[in-house]
């Protein structure tokens, strides 16, 4: 399967569970993990340290919809600029036009060839000719679509796998372990700040 086709397969589904009219966007439950060795620089576990601490973003964004869970008046989708769709104003999810990327690509330098051990979520990419998972943008939450806006670039890591898998559903934590490249990275839906080639991704069972 191309990756044309792919994406337009996916079309509303960034990160799917969205309804009209609105979704409700789920972040990821860190999982416990083994201690590193001593002598070892720890791996990057936490999706805060790809962004600089002068950068701020609030994860998952936290306004998504006209109602939730039950408030009225809560709803559009706010970043920490202000910028995006004001509270109480209804996402137009029958529009062809597609939400645009907001919030900082600025990088962590120090981030460069460390080795990550994080949780997240798949936005697949790329198959290979058995169908198969070999391309995808690994994201902190899922729940968002086509018409609200994907995470900032600096939390979005652009992963080509090792071994390519069969790919769940797309609400199915994972665990991506690899070497991180500070590596900026497009794609029609989102881009990326970050890149993690030959890495591995296993499903976190919970």
Same mark, same amino acid.
């Given at each position: 399967? %191309?990756? *044309?086709?792919?994406? $337009?397969? $996916? /079309?509303?589904?960034?990160?799917?569970?969205?309804?009209?009219?609105?979704?409700?966007?789920?972040? !990821?439950?860190?999982?416990?993990?083994?201690?590193?060795?001593?002598?070892? +620089?720890?791996?990057? =576990?936490?999706?805060?340290?790809?962004?600089?601490? +002068?950068?701020?973003?609030?994860?998952?964004?936290?306004?998504?919809?006209? *109602?939730?869970?039950?408030? &009225?008046?809560? /709803?559009?989708?706010?970043?920490?600029?202000?910028?995006?769709?004001?509270?109480?104003?209804?996402?137009?999810?029958? *529009?062809? =036009?597609?939400?645009?990327?907001?919030? *900082?690509?600025? !990088?962590?330098?120090?981030?460069? /060839?460390? #080795?990550?051990?994080? &949780?997240?979520? !798949?936005?697949?990419?790329?198959? %290979?000719? #058995?169908? $198969?998972?070999? +391309?995808?943008?690994? !994201?902190?939450?899922?729940?968002?679509?086509?018409?609200?806006?994907?995470?900032?670039? %600096?939390?979005?890591?652009?992963?080509?796998?090792?071994?390519?898998?069969?790919?769940?559903?797309?609400? &199915?934590?994972?665990?991506?372990?690899?070497? $991180?490249?500070?590596?900026?990275?497009?794609?029609?839906?989102?881009?990326?700040?970050?890149?993690?080639?030959?890495?591995?991704?296993?499903?976190?069972? %919970?």
């Amino acid at each position: 399967m %191309n990756r *044309s086709l792919l994406l $337009l397969t $996916l /079309g509303c589904l960034w990160m799917a569970g969205c309804t009209s009219p609105g979704c409700d966007a789920v972040a !990821v439950v860190p999982q416990d993990k083994p201690a590193p060795s001593a002598t070892a +620089e720890a791996p990057i =576990d936490r999706w805060d340290a790809l962004r600089p601490d +002068e950068v701020t973003y609030q994860r998952p964004p936290p306004q998504i919809g006209l *109602s939730r869970n039950g408030m &009225d008046r809560v /709803g559009g989708l706010i970043d920490d600029t202000g910028s995006g769709t004001p509270p109480g104003q209804q996402i137009d999810h029958s *529009s062809p =036009d597609r939400a645009r990327q907001f919030g *900082s690509s600025q !990088v962590v330098d120090a981030a460069d /060839g460390r #080795a990550v051990d994080l &949780d997240g979520y !798949v936005v697949p990419l790329g198959t %290979n000719d #058995a169908g $198969l998972v070999d +391309e995808l943008l690994f !994201v902190p939450f899922y729940g968002a679509c086509i018409h609200v806006p994907p995470p900032p670039p %600096n939390q979005i890591i652009h992963v080509t796998l090792a071994t390519p898998i069969t790919l769940g559903d797309l609400w &199915d934590p994972y665990r991506l372990v690899g070497r $991180l490249q500070v590596k900026r990275f497009d794609a029609d839906i989102a881009s990326a700040s970050y890149d993690a080639a030959a890495a591995t991704l296993t499903a976190i069972h %919970n």
